[in-house]
């Protein structure tokens, strides 16, 4: 200990002796180091940290499966049976996959809340226990809930925190709950509603087992295992169907632990993350490395000397590593610095898909990684230097001017580290080069709408007002539609059920009438839309035959429908669809007959990435759906029009509200999110890579010239012109960096093609961005190359003769 304590007293007064040196090392290790921090405090959160409930380990979630569907959802009176039926669970609860609207009046004006439907038994799987109580069986025995939940957030902010709100009533859609507990918690993984409420089992809708709309979660008993659960529940799913063939003929549940769902397509992109900032470390070690060997090189006398006087080789390595690991703890500590404001950066910027974004932090875990990781940088980047170092030989050590002999073997490891920082760099470049170029066509991809000029909000009838009076619900979203259109620079006006590339979606059974299947329980199964007003006029959707929907279209109408390109492909084939019919499941036991009126193209709905899905379309007049997002087309602005929306939802009814309004071009922009997040942190990774890699080379070659001053000197004394010196120097850069394109080309191939389901229209192999990342790295190592070569055209001969 205390000749450790004497190395680091002697590495602490060497690296105070060059600040230059120390600075530039501490500045490139703190930038390796504090991304690499960073991007481990997202893993850790997202991947590596217990979810935020009782007993972890233990939960499972449930989908739903089908011969035309996997990872479904699973219907009310199915998840009944599974929980009243299965061995295997200590808690199995549900919650809806689609969030509530209630229009909560009492107050100044009417707002609307999200609410999120759960059965009793949700809150005990994940081990939550609200202030107040949870929800019971008596609570699920109703048509309409009778009581709440509320979420922590909206506790806090309309009732101040106060526990006395249980007890209180609400009002919400007209109707007064009761509120009989607040949450401790806010559960962003699953919902962020401001409220819950139990699922109602007494509304018809919850006694159909043809309508799937619920997530499972399940908490484990201590003994049982996940295939354990899964035969269980399977023989459940087999006893369903033969009781219930007409529902749930094929219909069957699939386990998985909750944690692996949670996460769902975040862990691969993560992990790429992760490896590319890993590269750029790397190369950061590598730029430090060829310090380090310059700063020995022009300590050789010093070490030398040090042989002499009866040091081994093993007191040298120790000390220089001691020089090299303190070097690398304080590129450590700067790097905590620089990973703090990173994370502040990684919060306020995440997409909202990223789960358990708010819990990112440099944590305990994250700092103790931190140091493992400097220590471990400390001994990469130093033990090489020091060990070339070292070996050499003490008697041209110590002579004056002998540094010639021995520079084949300093120079073949500043070599080395430049063909290994061109290789790192050109991986993690050809990678953000494919993201970028991805990213590109992903934005330019047409979405099958018009976004331009277009605001969207939900709008959510009181329930209780509207749910039977199909004309009185009709009225109001006609009268919407005409006081909105009225309004100065609007173009149109039209609603939809669920909106495209909003998340919302809700698919359904049909049967083509024409083309009855062999065994009527093969039915088909597409995407069903509700549509009111100029919803395709809006979105500038084309109408390819046919017509459009009319306020015509009513409830004592007959039944119509229109069916996208997409859908009149895949049904239809070459056949023209128009005067056919559908019979669809909208609800209840019975399928309701259309005909088909018209045919419209098709557009992206959930990602963009994706092929137009195969939709029907039914009028609002002819559907019993009181909640649709509003659609609004104006040549100004459409944002400026909120104003002009709330004045005439309250003028209809006093107790509607709408929500906060957003432009389309926000829709696909949030939907674009996690490409976006992507590509910009490994385009920053790659920038960093590219610019490090640049200095490194840049100090290598620096280095060399300085070190060949006097040979550079006696060669123009000979007669060599500057330009030969330049093409010495520049030659021997750029061969460094062929070799090291060469590898990188080699290893570039050989990862990225883990990256194609990253990427979008393009191949992991696609030659014009390996093209283009060759040329750029090229490009800015020529210029790396070119400074010290023009520096050593103006050696002076007459000094250079005299240098040593």
Known sequence: MQTLWQDIRYALRILAKNPGFTAIAILTLALGIGANTAIFSVVDAVLLRPLPFKNPDRLVWGFGNCPLCSGAAVSPMDFADYRAQNHVFDN???????????NFTGTDKPDQVKATMVTAGFFETLGIQPLGRTFVPADERVKDPQVVILGNRLWRERFGGDPAVIGRTLTLDGASRAVVGVLP??????????????????????????????????????????????????????????????????????????????????RPALLVLLGAVALVLLIACANVASLLLARHTARR?????????????????????????????????????????????LRRFGPESLPRLNEVAVSGDVLAFTAGVAMVTGILFGLGPALEASGRDITLGLREGGSAGDSRSRHRAHNLLVVSEVALALVVLVASGLLLNSFWRLIHVHPGFDASHVATAEVSLVYEKYRKDDSGRAAFFNQLQDRLAALPGVDSVGFISDLPLSGQANDTYFVVQEKPPADPDDRSDADIRVVAGDYFQ?????????????????????????????????????ENPIGKHLDIWEGGNSFTAREIVGIVGGNKHFVMQETPRAEMFVPEGQSSNAR???????????????????????????????????????????????????????????????????????????????????????????????????????????????????????????????????LFDIKPTDPLTFALVVFVLSAAAFLACYFPARRAMRVDPMVALRYE
């Not at 199995?92 to 969030?99: E, K, S, T, Y």
């Not at 699922?199 to 809708?205: G, I, L, Q, V």
């Not at 109408?557 to 049904?571: D, E, G, K, L």
């Open 301 to 345: 006398r010093e070490i030398a000397i040090r042989t002499a006087l009866g040091a081994g080789r093993f007191r040298l390595v120790r000390q220089m590593l001691t020089e090299s690991v303190l070097l690398s703890l304080a590129g450590g500590t700067a790097g905590v610095l620089v990973a703090n404001w990173g994370v502040g950066l």
């Open 92 to 102: 199995l609860g549900a919650f809806a996959l689609q969030d509530l609207l209630f």
């Open 185 to 266: 918690v806010d559960l962003p993984l699953f919902s962020d509603a401001d409220l819950w409420v139990p699922a109602p089992y007494a509304n018809k809708e919850m006694a159909s087992r043809r309508g799937h709309f619920l997530r499972v979660v399940g908490l484990l008993k201590p003994a049982a295992t996940l295939a354990q659960a899964q035969a269980d529940l399977d023989t459940i799913a087999s006893q369903l169907a033969q009781e219930y063939p007409d529902t749930n003929k094929g219909w069957s549940i699939t386990l998985s632990p909750l944690g692996t769902v949670l996460v769902g397509d975040v």
């Open 628 to 758: 649709l997002n509003l659609v609004i087309r104006s040549a100004s602005d459409p944002a400026a029009l909120a104003l002009g929306v709330r004045e005439a939802v309250s003028a209809i009814d006093p107790d509607e509200a709408a929500s906060p309004f957003r432009s389309m071009n926000e829709v696909i922009s949030a939907s674009e999110a996690g490409d976006r997040f992507n590509t910009i942190l490994i385009a920053l990774f790659g920038g960093m890579a590219l610019l490090l890699t640049a200095a490194g080379i840049f100090g290598v070659l620096s280095f060399l010239v300085t070190q060949r001053t006097h040979e550079i000197g006696l060669r123009m004394a000979l007669g060599a012109q500057p330009r030969d010196v330049l093409r010495v120097v520049v030659g021997h850069g750029l061969r460094l960096v062929l070799i090291g394109i060469a590898i990188g080309l080699a290893g570039a191939l050989a990862t990225t093609r883990w990256m194609s389901s990253f």
């Open 538 to 574: 809006a979105m500038r959707i084309p109408l390819l035959a046919g017509r459009r929907f009319t306020r015509q279209d009513a409830a004592a109408s007959p039944r119509v429908a229109i069916v996208n390109q997409p859908f009149a492909a895949r049904y239809f084939g070459t």
